[in-house]
């Protein structure tokens, strides 16, 4: 049995027409949703992201402002150009690119951002929201997971969801996402006993520890739903995921390739959170 591939790109590419046609029909209503970028110092990864994220605000007809600082920008600065866009009618979302230089505190930038433009999902607000079923806006990777399943036709409730890794921005609320949905939830990290006593028992398998080719297939239940969520190079420098593909492919159900998998769902859900946003306007 081979898996099938869940291609991310597709189903991005299928939600960004959809997008692109919601952004059509508000600009006709006077909205023009515009997303903030705010790059402090020149982390070359951050670089490519941003870049990825402006060139897709424009493919969609949204409005994108890229502020870049340099790496000895104070914290009060930051804080003090937060504190603008927040009250900018224009900017209906505002990214602050992780990480930051060292010098500043990442949870009191984060804090600083307003709950109803914060469409990356990190503020505690939106975190208590989605921790309680409100409605708020999601994490982008975490939230393009569920996506990819639900355009897949994979049903969550009463599956068993393992989650590899207990990061704020993929693992943690992840599981959430899962549990709001009647998952049977389980939580794996650097301190559990036996991991492949847990692993083995998951319906779906999210993997999201920045190890290349951690999971292996004696992980893995045969017939299991298996999301690769992360990002490394192996030793001969090639894009590689968490989960070691090329014999999980051959036991799972159902797997997301790296690169093409998650990926390109994490910038297409922060264009959903940044119209969502625009729309919200309309209403208040």
């Keep these: 049995m081979t898996a099938t591939i869940i291609d991310g790109k597709e189903i991005a590419a299928k ?3 959809e997008i692109a046609e919601e952004v059509r029909k508000l600009k006709e209503q006077g909205v023009t949703p515009g997303l903030a970028v705010i ?9 490519t992201y941003v870049t990825n994220k402006e060139k897709t605000c424009q493919d969609l007809g949204m409005h994108s402002v890229l502020i870049e600082l340099p790496e000895e920008t104070s914290q009060e600065e930051l804080l003090l150009k937060i504190e603008e866009l927040n009250g900018d009618p224009a900017i209906h979302g505002i990214l602050v690119q992780l990480p930051l230089p060292k010098h500043i505190d990442e949870i009191k930038v984060i804090e600083a951002i307003s709950p109803l433009k914060d469409v990356d999902g990190f503020h505690p607000i939106n975190i208590g929201r989605m921790m309680t079923g409100q409605d708020a806006f999601l994490p982008c990777t975490p939230f393009g997971i ?3 399943l639900e355009e ?6 009463g599956k068993h969801v393992v ?3 207990r990061s704020n921005i993929v693992g943690k609320p992840v599981g959430q996402l899962f549990l709001n949905q009647h998952a049977t939830v389980t ?3 650097s301190r559990t006993k036996d991991l492949q006593a847990q692993t083995s028992q998951a319906d779906i398998l999210v993997a999201a520890v920045g190890i290349a080719n951690f999971i292996k297939a004696n992980h893995v239940k045969e017939g299991a739903v298996i ?6 190079r192996n030793e001969a420098g090639k894009l590689c995921g968490d989960v070691d593909f090329n014999e999980v492919v051959e036991k799972a159900g159902y797997i997301t390739p790296v690169p093409k998998g998650v990926g390109p769902m994490t910038i297409t859900m922060l264009m959903y959170n940044t119209l969502k946003s625009a729309k919200n306007t309309l209403q208040s």
């Design 15 to 17: 939600k960004k027409v």
């Design 39 to 47: 790059l402090v110092g020149n982390n070359h990864a951050s670089r």
């Design 146 to 148: 569920m996506v990819l």
């Design 152 to 157: 897949t036709g994979i049903s969550v409730a």
């Design 163 to 165: 989650v590899v890794g």
């Design 187 to 189: 939580y794996c990290h």
């Design 227 to 232: 999301i690769d969520v992360g990002i490394n």
